[in-house]
């Protein structure tokens, strides 16, 4: 296997990953609270969605439909020859099939450097493969932080195929929380406090709901830009 595979795949071992705060209800009757305008986050406080404001981006419509065929044609054919895994149930992940490309055709690398220009600053060093990770209908992606150790400040991903759920908790205050409508085809950006302090997690299909409204989780596939720690 090659070693950055075996670097990925320590992100999502549970020794690096933290609590799991998987006790929090969703919906109108907790609570929650819109960001504001069309700002596709809501917190469990106004204070704690005003602190990350500057922390979380998610920007709909970040890519068009034929950019999102464009990365579909790059991807599947080498997806479709893998299985997707299930039996591993301490992994981070369940439900899962995971690559990584460093060379990327013209029009996916194209898209990959608006990503990169809007995530990044210049001057900051990433990690060279991209990380994509296809998650089953049934997939979905456990409370963790990823490993400090081979990942900086920012994370950003692409979201393909279909809406999710990621729900941030605060690792030493579980009541501190913020769910984010990632919708098919939109660019997340996590950084500093929002990537190092909060678990992240994508939320399985039966439990995705965004501010009591309801949002089926379908396969997704998710392209994940990375810097290296500073
Ligand atoms: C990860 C992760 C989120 C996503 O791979 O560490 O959190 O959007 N992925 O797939
Ligand atoms: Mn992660």
């Known amino acids: 296997m090659k070693v950055l595979l075996a670097v990925l795949k320590q992100i999502h071992k549970p020794a690096l990953c933290t609590g799991n705060p998987r006790c929090l209800s969703s919906g109108a009757t907790s609570g ?65 099939r995971e690559t990584e490309r460093l060379r990327w055709g013209a029009a996916c690398e194209e898209i990959l450097n608006r990503v990169r220009s809007t995530a990044f600053p210049e001057c900051s060093q990433l990690l060279g493969p991209v990380h994509v990770i296809d998650l089953d209908n049934t997939g979905y992606i456990k409370p963790h932080i990823d490993s400090v150790k081979f990942c900086g400040s920012t994370i950003a991903g692409l ?70 720690p500073g």
């Open 32 to 96: 929650l609270l819109p960001l504001g305008d069309e700002a596709p986050m809501v917190g469990s406080s106004p204070e704690l969605v005003q602190k990350l404001r500057s922390q979380v981006e998610v920007r709909t419509d970040f890519i068009t439909e034929a950019e999102e065929a464009a990365f579909l044609r790059e991807l599947d054919p080498g997806l479709k020859k893998k299985r997707y895994e299930f039996d591993h149930w301490d992994d981070a992940i369940h439900g899962y």
């Open 159 to 228: 979201s393909l195929l279909s809406d999710s759920i990621m729900r941030l908790v605060k690792e030493d205050t579980p009541s501190e929380w913020l769910d984010l409508l990632l919708s098919r085809r939109s660019l997340y950006i996590l950084r500093d406090q929002a990537r190092y302090k909060f678990t992240h997690e994508i939320l399985k299909n039966e439990e995705s709901v965004f501010n009591g409204q309801r949002v089926p989780r379908q396969r997704r596939i998710s392209v994940i830009c990375r810097n290296l």
